[in-house]
């Protein structure tokens, strides 16, 4: 749980907002008897630089809270704050879906130089974004390839390096690994805990993988049931660099996490 200080209370000093703020936040789609109760109430607050994993049961809001957060959807009632404002699509977030949806006729490197351009970064600084931006993914090698040259855990890492490309503050990731195979899977997991280190960009990640959450989160929610709410909030605390991954996996801190936040997934399911 993310501590109050002493008296219950904010320091006075600490007057910037979290860069996600969720309050009393409920989700219905539809209306009448066709109404579906997907989230909530559900509050929280996401501080800048965390990495907060959503992990669920199918069908328990999480990609909800993540589409409310991005601004795709507004919530039926309660609010949703980034960097203390209602949130715009496509404006302060960089967005991480299940299927990549890259632009296939465009190369890697157009695709990355792309979303340079609607985030208003001036022609001539592009290509040196670009191979930043792909040698951070690991594909600098790449750059010149059509979409359907590469693999699907390439595809993946291009959209990642098209999330990071508009230097928003917040990524949003809903299961982009989920179609992946487990190997390719482990390695995109690898990389991206080590550009969340390298990046300190604030991220929230949904997943149904107990072992995704807690390797990848440095806080993780687990929610219920639909309506989901929260049934455990937990801090990972897991050093976020310096161990190499199989070392990660066989401390034991790792192994109780994983066995706490399994029980309280099966719990909600
Ligand atoms: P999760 O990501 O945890 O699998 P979702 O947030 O996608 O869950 O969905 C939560 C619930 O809301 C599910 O029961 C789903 O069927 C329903 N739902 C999601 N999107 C819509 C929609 N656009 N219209 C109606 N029901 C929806």
């Not at 040259?149 to 098209?162: C, D, H, L, M, T």
């Amino acid at each position: 749980m993310p501590s109050p200080d002493a008296a219950g209370t904010a320091p006075a000093t600490r007057q910037e907002h979290a860069a996600v703020e969720v309050r009393d936040v409920e989700h219905v789609y539809g209306r009448g008897s066709e109404a579906v109760a997907a989230l909530g109430p559900i509050s929280l607050d996401v501080p800048a630089g965390a990495f907060l994993v959503l992990v669920g049961p199918s069908g328990c809001g999480k990609s909800t809270l993540l589409r409310l957060i991005a601004g795709f959807e507004e919530p039926t009632s309660g609010s949703v704050r980034t960097a203390g404002a209602v949130p715009v699509p496509g404006k302060g977030a960089g967005v991480v879906f299940q299927q990549p949806r890259l632009f296939p006729w465009k190369t890697v490197g157009g695709n990355v130089e792309l979303a340079l351009r609607y985030a208003g970064v001036p022609r001539a600084e592009r290509p040196r974004r670009v191979a930043g931006l792909l040698d951070r993914v690991g594909l600098h090698d790449v750059a010149g390839r059509r979409v359907w040259q590469i693999s699907g855990g390439q595809q993946q890492r291009v959209a990642i390096a098209r999330a990071l490309a508009g230097d928003d503050p917040l990524l949003l990731l809903d299961e982009p690994f989920a179609a992946l195979d487990a190997l390719t899977r482990e390695r995109l997991q690898e990389d991206l805990r080590r550009v969340s280190a390298e990046t300190g960009r604030t991220s929230v990640f949904v997943t149904h993988s107990v072992d995704e959450a807690v390797f990848l989160g440095s806080r993780v929610v687990v929610l219920t049931r639909r309506p989901g709410r929260v049934a455990l909030d937990i801090d990972v605390d897991l050093p976020r660099t310096g161990p190499d991954p199989d070392e990660l996996r066989a401390l034991p801190a790792y192994a109780s996490l994983r066995a706490e936040i399994g029980h309280a997934v099966r719990a909600a399911a």
